[in-house]
């Protein structure tokens, strides 16, 4: 150990001059440093301490005894075992560096931070430490600045906790990746669902991003970053890709520089992240700093001769301004920050201009009022002081800078001096800043989103309007507004739903319709694409800037909204009086603020469409209630009609009489009738199976059958009644005649019904357009009569509703609903035109295909048809009903079969092969109903020429029960109660050869 035995300790006499030339750079620099020196003699006891060592404690030079019980006293109570314990360890060890941190107690009782190193000096013979020397330096701002970080740091860990902070872990030994349960949780996934192998993780990465990663990845490993950031989509349990901001990291690497372990996390708040690094990068630079100061604080006690090229490096390498300043208030040195800082080209030219240009740049006032120090009056504090801090404003290049200034005096052999350190700290003070305004702009969204989850429908347009307040006033911002894209053809644009702005003088923002996708550069495609437009007025293209800049706008923020993919609108923001561009943490907020604005609104939107559906559920109901109610009288009149007459009729034995009771009979079962096909016409309407059938007719026909079917009700009440047919209507049509002539009998019905005496009903039909296959005509009937108004039209249509003057009239209520459904199934509608007490006017338009190849059916002469050589078969189990069949068909002569269900008609079939000429079967009968009779029927028949026509009776008419009856064989459809004129015509088509007699 002879080797690293050190002189002893001076005791008398002085150094060459070289030696006191370099002992005094090496007293500044520890001065400089702060650093107190100690020097332990372990078998005596005795201990020197520095001038600078019992100075840190707040003692004079020379106040404390050279023993070790000064060092013991000061440690604090709460540091002693753990100090003591090290200080063992170390000797025990006896090789290394002693190092410690304790809490000491200066002379006034404040408590202070302190780090203590040394190492040993001299040994014995038998390799024991003898001598240890070593250093005192103060830490007190170090580990409070490390409290603080801790602090901030906690809550950094809490606050990424509450928003969702997802990580992962990948061992390189193991080749195996841990995920957190905040990433299975939001990737949807339940703890040991995913194996955790690299082939797995990377098919969760959706492949357009697989690449970027991967090239990360490979960085990482060639050791080129340590850190890497990404944006990525990672697929969920349910399929769909999660857009996510991702940070991997090398936390470990082998001897080697091998990667051997790899920390991910995923965020989704952006500003919590953003306020992570930028603490985790001040620690780094705290960090960094410390070890810096220690290592060359080591450098200078244990390389005394370097002291100089380290001092000096140190000096040069920091990337703070430092200047010394003599007792003149002279510049006599600074570093090459310095001189950047403050735009010197030199330091020569620095030490020369400095003074006059800081005392140019320092302000009258601070920013809390206080008069501005001149540096002189600094320095002069620090020379009497020791050392003064502070925070203050410069104006450097026409701004003010906030900058922290640490002066400290350095005591030498010869004349003192000040050395100063300035911290910049503009890039502190925005950052904090932006905190400020992000925190308020979050809690601005917290509190939108609590007033509008509270909204009723009743005052939401105001809380709508509030919510636009609060965020406004949050950001700055001097209008906000929310657009709606329009539903329509053509160009898009969009249409204000709701705005506030902060001054009246701004005025009312009066852009037209198409004025954002006309005018704004493109803001449609941007935001349908999912971007926001964020920029400044004066970037925007001129009928932007035509729009913005006359109301002193400066800058504008749009925030797409979107439902189900659509892009439903945008929420706008307006700043003016500075240009300030919003920023992106600004933007991220307000997406997630938008968000929950425009769920607030549809959800709005929704209660009202309920609220309206609910009342108009209660109105349907009513409706249908006082339709049950007048249905059940509409029914009784005519019935009770038909008992009467047939009462009268059986007590009375006058032809003439019982003629005309059963006249009556019949015209009241006809009313009966229409009744019921009302009603069944408005379920099949309802129940969605109401079709038309298209065929060719003779419109000229049709209304000539509707006028003899109503000229004699029109009579009756001494109308008058005009038909007006445009004759370029072509001769031959083809729609559904049955459907078209039932809207029209509807219409006129009505014009007759609600016409007083001696009124005019027209009826028109004209040509509005006539092309090469199809003619538009437009048909309408229009009367002097009773007329309606707007309470009465806005209900004219809907089914079980009749106006006031109508409920005197009877009716079902039914027949305009009956032909508005009609007439939309032929894509058309029903127009009125209506004034109460002077008429009214019903028309619509249809567009009906020409049928000029097609020749009209010839009519048959009226008269009885002669079938005597024609036998039929009857299927009908109700008894009175082959009765009336007997009693309809007794005039044709032909011979009638009976039976009363479908096996009869197979038997009677089989056991006389060929004998009917036509079959009319009933759908619904006991034992074998007429679709089951059918189909053993044309099994029987076979592969046989001769097919014997079968027609269907059936009182359902729904398209469905006729397709059956088709495929099951049938040839025909008649409907019950069988019309004798219409049983007559089936059989002429399926008989062929009826005669007929006068």
């Not at 640490?406 to 911290?423: C, H, N, P, S, T």
Request: some cysteine.
């Amino acid at each position: 150990m002879a080797g690293n035995q050190l002189a002893p300790l001076p005791t008398s006499g002085g150094p060459d001059e070289s030696s006191a030339h370099f002992a005094a750079l090496r007293d500044v620099i520890i001065r400089a440093a702060g650093i107190g020196m100690w020097d332990w003699h372990l078998p005596s006891g005795r201990v020197i301490y520095s001038a600078q060592w019992e100075q840190i404690l707040g003692y004079a030079p020379g106040e404390l005894p050279q023993t070790v019980l000064p060092w013991e006293g000061a440690i604090v109570p709460e540091d002693r075992q753990r100090t003591f314990e090290a200080v063992d360890r170390f000797l025990a060890q006896g090789d290394g560096i002693y190092e410690a941190e304790f809490r000491m107690l200066r002379k006034d009782g404040v408590e202070i931070w302190a780090q203590d190193r040394g190492y040993v000096a001299e040994r014995d013979a038998q390799g024991n430490p003898v001598r240890v020397i070593g250093i005192l330096q103060e830490i007190t701002r170090l580990k409070r600045a490390e409290e603080r970080l801790q602090q901030k740091s906690e809550q950094l860990d809490f606050v990424a906790h509450i928003s969702g902070l997802a990580s992962w872990c990948y061992e390189a030994g193991t080749g195996r990746i841990t995920y957190s349960e905040e990433l299975l949780a939001m990737l949807g996934y339940r703890e040991g669902e995913l194996g955790g192998t690299v082939a797995e993780w990377e098919g969760l990465i959706h492949l357009d991003d697989l690449a970027e990663v991967r090239q990360a990845l490979e960085m990482l490993a060639a050791g080129d970053e340590e850190r890497h950031l990404w944006e990525v989509r990672l697929r969920r349990r349910a399929g769909d890709y999660l857009w996510t901001r991702g940070v991997a990291q090398t936390v470990e690497r082998g001897p080697g520089g091998e990667v051997r372990r790899l920390l991910g996390g995923c965020l989704n708040i952006d500003a919590l992240k953003r306020t992570e690094q930028e603490l985790q990068q001040a620690l780094m630079e705290n960090e960094h700093y410390s070890e810096s100061l220690q290592l060359k604080v080591q450098q200078a006690v244990a390389q005394l001769d370097q002291a100089r090229r380290v001092s000096t490096a140190m000096y040069d390498a920091t990337p703070y301004a430092s200047l010394v300043f003599n007792e003149r208030m002279q510049v006599i040195d600074c570093n090459p920050a310095a001189v950047a800082y403050f735009g010197f080209d030199s330091g020569e030219r620095l030490k020369q201009g400095f003074m006059p240009m800081i005392s140019a740049s320092i302000p009258a006032h601070q920013p809390d009022g206080r008069p501005s120090l001149t540096l002189e009056e600094r320095l002069a504090h620090a020379l009497r002081h020791g050392q003064t801090e502070f925070e203050s404003e410069l104006i450097l290049h026409g701004r003010r800078v906030p900058v922290q200034v640490v002066l400290k005096r350095i005591d030498g052999q010869g004349e003192r001096i000040v050395a100063g350190y300035l911290l910049d700290l503009r890039q502190l003070k925005e950052a904090k800043n932006e905190l400020l305004r992000q925190e308020r702009l979050l809690k601005a969204v917290n509190e939108m989103a609590t007033w509008l989850i509270r909204a009723e429908p009743e005052g939401f347009e105001q809380v709508v309007l509030s919510a636009l307040r609060r965020l406004g006033k949050s950001l700055a911002a001097d209008r906000v507004g929310v657009w709606r894209s329009l539903e329509r053809a053509g160009p898009p644009g969009f249409r204000p739903c709701f705005r506030w702005s902060a001054a009246e003088d701004l005025g009312p923002d009066e852009a037209p319709e198409d004025f954002f996708a006309e005018n704004h550069g493109g803001w449609y495609e941007r935001l349908s694409g999912g971007d926001c437009v964020n920029a400044l007025v004066q970037a925007l293209p001129e009928g932007a800037r035509g729009h913005f800049a006359p109301r002193g706008i400066e800058a504008v923020l749009a925030i797409p909204l979107f439902v189900g993919g659509a892009l439903w609108g945008f929420a706008a923001f307006e700043r003016g009086g500075r240009e300030a561009q919003f920023s992106a943490a600004e933007e991220r907020i307000l997406r997630s603020g938008g968000v929950l604005l425009l769920s607030a609104i549809l959800r709005n939107e929704t209660m009202l469409h309920l609220m309206s559906a609910r009342e108009e559920a209660l109105e349907s109901a009513n409706a249908k209630s006082r339709f049950l109610a007048s249905m059940s009288h509409e029914i009784k009149t005519p019935m009770n009609a038909i008992i009467g007459m047939t009462s009268v009729a059986r007590r009375t034995g006058d032809p003439d009489r019982i003629g005309d009771c059963l006249d009556r009979i019949e015209a009241a079962s006809r009313h009966l009738l229409g009744l019921l096909n009302d009603v069944l016409d408005m379920s099949k309407i309802e129940a969605m199976r109401f079709e038309l059938v298209v065929g060719a007719f003779s419109l000229r026909s049709m209304m000539e059958d509707i006028r003899s079917m109503n000229a004699g009700r029109a009579a009756q009440k001494g109308q008058t009644l005009r038909f007006e047919l445009d004759p370029h209507i072509p001769v031959r049509l083809l729609g559904d005649e049955l459907r078209l002539a039932q809207v029209v009998t509807n219409l006129l019905g009505n014009a007759i019904k609600f016409t007083g005496e001696g009124g005019v009903i027209q009826v028109a039909c004209r040509e509005r357009r006539c092309g090469p296959a199809e003619s538009e005509i437009e048909l309408s009937v229009e009367d002097n009569g009773i007329g309606m108004g707007d309470e009465t039209l806005s209900r004219l249509f809907k089914p079980f509703e009749q106006g006031a003057a109508a409920a005197g009239h009877g009716g079902a209520g039914l027949g305009l609903a009956i032909s508005q459904s009609i007439v939309a199934e032929m894509d058309s509608g029903i127009h009125v035109e209506s004034r109460p007490g002077v008429g009214s006017r019903f028309s619509f338009s249809v567009r009906l295909p020409h049928a000029e190849g097609e020749a009209p059916p010839a009519d048959r002469p009226a008269g009885a048809r002669d079938f005597s050589d024609r036998r039929i078969l009857l299927v009908e189990d109700l008894e009175v009903n082959r009765e009336v069949l007997l009693a309809l068909l007794e005039d044709t002569g032909a011979q009638i079969d009976c039976v009363e269900n479908g096996r009869l008609a197979v038997d009677a079939v089989r056991g006389q092969a060929g004998a009917y000429d036509l079959i009319l079967m009933d759908l619904y009968m006991p034992v074998l109903d007429g679709i089951g009779a059918t189909e053993q029927i044309r099994a029987l028949e076979g592969d046989c020429a001769r097919r014997v026509p079968i027609i269907a009776m059936t009182a359902s008419a729904f398209a469905e029960d006729v397709a059956r009856c088709s495929e099951a064989g049938m040839d025909d459809h008649l409907a019950k109660p069988v019309d004798l004129e219409t049983l007559l015509q089936k059989l002429d088509i399926h008989l062929g050869k009826g005669a007929h007699r006068p």
